[in-house]
């Protein structure tokens, strides 16, 4: 436990009444509420975690998803098929009496909010705005707007993007929040930029407009991009802009350059209109500025709530030795200091964990003691699932020679994506072709919070191999990270600057091609990884300590909020501070 007299990082030189309203399209915000669908969405629930923790003065909006993301059902050929999550926002949220009104597609649409109050470990409170069109006056159509998550075609997606923006700011305003920075993570919520310009105007007509009003608006807001390619940024049609938004909105957004190849452009749109964008990662900043070389855009890598990703098992072995490690997450650098023994004795528990789960969804019993690889994740082709089969000879040898070999794979693909569920069945075709009682390749179904938690914690090793340089980020490697677990991935996303060979996990070398890399896969697992684990458990547990302290010391949500409060949301306090302290030290 820690000291009740124990405050917070201290945020006193923020506006009083001035709050940080975060806008996201998905959140995972409670394993109950189906309200996100993978990295993005849970990224979204750390961060406002770390913010409740932290006492940082923050509210968020995003859409209710009544229906949920889908179920992710799998037949024995590896066939998905999807079903609707329903949910009831009464059981963990209060319903705001504020309505607000939107005009979308000529019709007006009514919306209200349910809130979920987000209560940190100190007692503070970030609320979590949900906003809703399954209202009375509403058509069946409007009254659908917030159920799926990344359901529908374009069209339903740009009104669902009206919804989250523009009523955000104009829930925001119906309940007098004081709002002094827009931070919109990624473009879906870049209309709420739209929304606070005609703020700026007062309700006058847009054409209105001047260069001082937008730079009022620009002052306002901050924007996080997690996409490192084109095809990956919502676009919308000029036509589909005229008839949704409206004429005079989409003459605005062409005037202000928000437009590109003829497409409205929402990534383009966000940084228009922001004072401050970054990227994910340091790799993933250099494709961003590539994109788009006319913007300034920094970067802030991507953490893990370190509380919620942390297994039980390592989380009493850490209040045992770190306590200090909940409150501030730089004393994982301690972890280099954890026994031996009750490293891999925890370890041990979570592994058991999560063989138990993986026998009750599949009636397979796992050997505990073999060397266990997970490989979880939305499924994407430059994901590439399958490169691990590359050379089944190869793997099979490996396993023989590892005296054992497990393989947990696990996600889902978009009801839409074709090319990912054919993935799915690929690894489950090729899976069934090399298994054996030395080798054993297990598909788990409906990949989610629970699930996740499970695997980053129990398996031995975590494997990730995108395609280069797609990979904006990544985030279950880090939890993985929370629990001593190494990685071995292609170099790309967050791995660039967390990798340290041998000591945090391994490199999967560049090549050329596909085989090349496969090639790496496999001489890294012969001759690193199955000899550490089979021949020197002392030593292996040494690796995990040095993955806990160098990893989780900095890939953490705690570090990564306060970098967006000293770098996105407040640097002007920074500079205040510098520039006190300096003439201090002068006199």
């Not at 409170?125 to 949900?130: E, G």
């Not at 004393?331 to 979570?350: Q, S, T």
Request: proline share 5%.
């Amino acid at each position: 436990m820690q000291p009740t007299s124990f405050k917070p990082y201290s945020y006193e030189s923020f506006p009083s009444s001035g709050l940080v309203a975060y806008f996201s399209m998905e959140i995972a915000i409670h394993p109950g509420m189906p309200t996100y669908s993978g990295g993005l969405g849970v990224l979204a629930g750390d961060t406002l975690r770390s913010a409740a923790d932290l006492g940082v003065p923050m509210v968020a909006f995003t859409l209710l998803h009544r229906k949920g993301y889908f179920q992710q059902h799998l037949d024995a050929a590896g066939v998905q098929t999807e079903q609707i999550q329903p949910w009831n926002p009464a059981d963990f949220c209060t319903e705001e009496p504020a309505r607000i009104t939107l005009l979308i597609e000529d019709r007006v649409v009514t919306v209200r909010a349910w809130r979920y109050d987000l209560e940190g470990r100190f007692g503070h409170v970030v609320p979590i705005y949900l906003l809703d069109t399954d209202l009375d006056g509403n058509s069946g159509w409007d009254r659908g707007l917030t159920d799926h998550l990344y359901g529908g075609d374009t069209n339903y997606r740009l009104q669902q993007e009206i919804v989250l923006g523009m009523g955000g700011v104009r829930i925001a305003n119906a309940l007098d929040l004081k709002v002094n920075v827009y931070h919109m993570n990624e473009g879906h919520a870049a209309l709420l930029t739209l929304a606070l310009l005609e703020g700026q105007l007062g309700g006058g007509p847009l054409r209105m407009v001047t260069e001082a009003d937008v730079e009022q608006v620009r002052k306002r807001c901050v924007f996080t991009t997690h996409t490192p390619v084109p095809a990956g940024h919502d676009r919308f049609s000029t036509e589909q802009a005229m008839r949704i938004l409206g004429a005079d909105r989409t003459a605005r957004l062409q005037q202000q350059g928000c437009f590109r190849d003829g497409l409205l452009n929402m990534t383009l749109l966000a940084l228009r209109f922001s004072r401050y964008a970054n990227a994910v990662a340091m790799q993933h900043g250099k494709v961003s500025r590539e994109m788009f070389p006319e913007f300034a855009i920094d970067t802030i890598t991507n953490g893990v709530h370190a509380p919620t990703w942390v297994s039980e098992p390592m989380q009493q072995l850490l209040d045992d030795h770190i306590p200090a490690w909940r409150r501030d997450n730089l004393y994982f650098r301690n972890a280099i200091d954890l026994p031996v023994g009750k490293v891999l004795e925890a370890h041990a528990r979570a592994k058991e964990e999560l063989l138990a789960e993986v026998g009750s969804r599949t009636g397979l019993v796992l050997n505990p003691k073999v060397l266990t690889l997970g490989f979880a994740r939305r499924v994407a082709t430059y994901k590439r699932a399958t490169l691990m089969f590359t050379d089944p000879r190869r793997l099979v040898e490996i396993a023989e020679t590892a005296g054992g070999l497990q393989i947990l794979y696990a996600g889902k693909a978009h009801p839409q994506d074709e090319p990912g569920k054919a993935l799915i069945q690929h690894v489950v075709e090729e899976a069934a072709k090399v298994s054996s009682e030395l080798l054993r390749i297990v598909y788990l179904e409906d990949y989610a919070w629970g699930l996740g938690a499970k695997l980053t914690a129990g398996v031995d090793v975590w494997v990730n191999t995108p395609k280069r340089p797609y990979e904006a980020s990544g985030t279950s490697g880090m939890k993985a990270a929370m629990n001593g677990v190494p990685s071995l991935s292609i170099l790309d996303g967050w791995w660039i600057e967390g990798c340290v060979e041998g000591v945090t996990g391994w490199a999967i070398e560049d090549g050329v091609t596909d085989e090349e890399e496969a090639q790496s896969l496999y001489r890294k697992l012969e001759t690193a990884v199955v000899p550490l684990y089979r021949e020197s458990p002392e030593k292996w547990a040494h690796l995990m300590r040095t993955t806990l302290a160098f990893n989780a010391s900095y890939f953490n949500t705690n570090r990564m909020v306060k970098q967006y409060n000293r770098n996105a949301y407040y640097p002007e306090r920074l500079v205040e501070k510098v520039k006190v302290e300096e003439e201090a030290y002068a006199v």
